[in-house]
């Protein structure tokens, strides 16, 4: 049986070289409730002006009609090569690449953020994407090899517990229990643990982090980081244009009284945004936020770069920072080297976002 498996395996494992050979990948992977949607929106409204310059673009829209159903379905126990359904699906996602590289395609930006995980797994588990390592091994088969940049958006923990709980009620969940609210508060997962995660899956990509708190609402920033310090000209983009924010208190009150029970006790008054947690509890995760971005100042073990400057104008990128001997035992494990080999920009105008890293000052 198992001797059957691997020679079905062989014919995508050969395409899906062929294909991480064709375009280099660039992964958006959230997180959740940091402006993922608007980006996701922007880059839509942009997808001409970056397919002049060789960039093809998946968004959710894409991603999710099929284009990635079973590639991150939890392996059974065979060996994760042997694995029939992720296999076939990588080969499909491979093939996919080969014919935008056909195309002429230089780039594939790939912006979705359930690639980590989705935020009722996270309230359901109390923790932080802790599927996350199995997914990620899933797109890594047919993408893994040729991602260079990873993307990241990261928020203060009160916040973004907040947001995931605000939209579950919305959706017709319970509000959260006192015991519910303490066990998010001492789930032990943090950001750096994501990062580091990402960075076992893709030793080989340059991993770029931002707050939330510092982009949001400002999706071209965003893209100029995803592309390393270069965006497509003047983007398209309505001022102001949001899309998926946490529901509001009014919005919260009603969603509870369609389901009988009382929102005036159990909701606070006004109308700004729901903080389920007290001041104790806000206190203690937004410390825990403190010291994720105190270590991704401090070089994030050579793992990852912070940005936290936007790109205010066109000049070149400092040289980035050696991250090599830290992720040297997670190439040697990787299964071959990638070739960094980049093309031309095609004309795109350069951005320099400012990099916090082993070779930076961090900013006071």
């Not at 912070?306 to 990787?334: C, N, S």
């Amino acid at each position: 049986m198992i001797a059957a498996i691997s020679l079905a395996v062989r014919p995508c494992t050969a395409l899906m070289t062929k294909a991480v050979r064709a375009v280099d990948v660039i992964l958006h992977l959230g997180a959740h409730r940091t402006g993922t949607t608007t980006l996701q929106m922007f880059l839509q409204a942009n997808e001409h002006r970056l397919a002049t310059n060789r960039i093809r673009l998946w968004t959710p829209r894409r991603t999710r009609s099929g284009l990635f159903a079973g590639l991150m379905d939890p392996p059974d126990k065979l060996p994760l090569m042997q694995n029939r359904g992720r296999v076939r699906a990588a080969g499909l996602v491979a093939l996919e690449c080969t014919r935008l590289a056909e195309r002429g395609a230089a780039t594939l930006l790939v912006s979705e953020e359930n690639l980590i995980g989705n935020p009722r797994d996270n309230l359901r588990r109390n923790s932080l994407y802790p599927d996350l390592r199995g997914r990620l091994e899933g797109i890594a088969l047919p993408l893994g090899r040729r991602c260079t940049r990873i993307g990241l958006s990261i928020r203060s923990y009160d916040t973004y517990w907040a947001s995931a709980l605000a939209f579950a009620v919305a959706r017709g969940h319970a509000l959260p229990t006192a015991a519910r609210l303490d066990r998010l508060v001492t789930q032990p997962r943090r950001w750096s643990d994501i990062i580091r995660g990402v960075a076992k899956v893709f030793p080989n990509a340059e991993i770029m982090v931002w707050p939330f708190e510092r982009f949001a609402g400002r999706p071209a920033d965003e893209l100029a980081m995803l592309l390393g310090g270069v965006a497509p000209g003047a983007p398209v983009w309505p001022a102001n244009d949001w899309h998926n924010p946490s529901p509001r208190l009014d919005a919260l009150r009603q969603a509870i009284a369609v389901r009988g029970e009382d929102p005036e006790t159990a909701l606070p008054p006004g109308d700004g945004r729901w903080m389920p947690f007290d001041a104790s509890q806000q206190a203690t995760l937004r410390g825990k936020y403190r010291e994720d971005l105190q270590w991704l100042r401090a070089g994030a073990d050579g793992l990852a770069r912070l940005v936290e400057t936007a790109p205010t104008q066109p000049f070149a990128a400092p040289a980035a920072p050696d991250l090599t001997e830290t992720k040297h035992k997670m190439r040697t494990a990787a299964a071959g080297e990638t070739s960094r080999a980049r093309t031309g920009t095609g004309g795109l105008e350069t951005w320099a976002p400012r990099i916090v890293g082993p070779s930076a000052p961090a900013p006071s």
